[in-house]
DNA sequence: GTCTATATTGAGATAGAC
DNA sequence: GTCTATCTCAATATAGAC
């Protein structure tokens, strides 16, 4: 046990008592996992993570994969919380979609790390497996949502909706990689942000366009034919 | 070694030479890796998928690390190349980007067991750490050009540049999570696809919708309102 | 709720023969 | 280029005291 002082459970404890209980001890080991990978985290780096030694980690959880599976079923009640919202039923297709993916936003900021946990899962365990399909659920009523507003004009259908939605979920799905909640940018922002980068587009219409003085020669290479 | 029949070096055999050259052990050790992710994958589990022996792995390389680390630099080789191009630095900077874009789609999907593997990394070794801080600095030159665009005129400038420069490479970076080549659709769609939505959007503007019949009451639910 | 000590398994890697 | 046998260490998990 070389790493940090063995004394001080870091952070997160519950106020006022002493020692860990299951909730904080999943917390910190959340993060951790996410630091380091699940598999590459060990029992023993967890517990210096902790301050505590790996035995009394078992007094909390049964096993590593147990702390996982609390971790990832957080993860899903979320996200499957986005779709049982009115917002999510009501109204065309493309304003359930709009919400749906909010609403995402916002419950993947909220619950960053257990998202994040969830997202790089490889499927090696029954637990992982599980939580696997639960997401595929999630992810397969969310393309239905893009299919029903192509189906009714709103939004654009040459895109197959398969490829759209996927599409949309990498988008939506790398703010675990870099946005960190207290930063620069807010969650609404970040919503405002993807949606109208998915929705209306980066590039401005050339009318919008400001002038400007060329400083390298126009259209010389080619940006489109390869 | 329960895993599977021990005979035979299932594909990507150097023709016509008996046993693997460093070239095929590597490629179906990243497939390996990419399956049950790095970490998790022994090299026992990789003997059995190899079909040989775990000590066989050794006259190829040195050590796991060494598998990784040239998995990585051909897929950072590859992506580097995308800026060495002469369409990335010729031209408005809304087209040189548009190339860059294009180009690396056309890498990943090219390169696309490599560059996976990249993209799933958490800096746990010096080799990790190597590659991250390559890729990084790849990432850096195309916000750049992010925020040329925006300063030229030809692209929206109320989403930060970091920002869009994220959720850009959030939308292609997922497409080693789900593209397999020799699907539905070709590269070069692909492409066109996740050009068009980042640059164009996917709603329809009102005046091209197609008419229809409501099927739920118009906007009874509001899509932003929360 | 936490500890020390330990059982047990599996990991990465090497030796040396064929 | 591959094998069997083995070294060494670190992993998950348990036993039982405080």
Chains 1, 2 share one sequence.
Request: zero cysteines; aromatic letters at 4%; proline letters at 6%.
């Amino acid at each position: 046990m070389p790493q940090q002082s063995p004394a001080r459970p870091a952070a997160a404890k519950r106020r006022g008592r002493p020692g860990y209980d299951q909730q904080s001890v999943l917390e910190i080991a959340v993060e951790v996992f996410n630091e380091r990978g699940f598999e590459a985290t060990s029992m023993g780096a967890l517990a210096d993570s902790l301050g505590i030694s790996k035995s009394a980690i078992y007094h909390h959880v049964a096993s590593k994969g147990d702390l996982l599976r609390l971790a990832l079923d957080r993860a899903l009640d979320g996200l499957e919380g986005v779709l049982a919202d009115p917002g999510a039923s009501e109204g065309p297709a493309v304003d359930r979609l709009e919400h749906v993916l909010r609403r995402t936003v916002e419950v993947m900021v909220q619950e960053l790390p257990y998202v994040t946990l969830l997202l790089r899962l490889r499927g090696n365990t029954e637990v992982e497996r599980d939580a696997m399909t639960r997401r595929r659920t999630f992810t397969a009523r969310v393309t239905k949502l893009v299919r029903m507003a192509g189906a009714e004009g709103s939004m654009r259908s040459d895109i197959d909706p398969g490829t759209t939605s996927r599409l949309l979920f990498g988008t939506i799905n790398s703010i675990v990689d870099w946005y960190r909640p207290g930063g620069a940018i807010t969650a609404q922002k970040l919503a405002d942000d993807l949606i109208s980068m998915s929705f209306d587009g980066l590039r401005l219409p050339a009318a919008a366009r400001v002038p400007r003085i060329p400083r390298v020669p126009e259209r010389v290479g080619t940006s489109s034919g390869h």
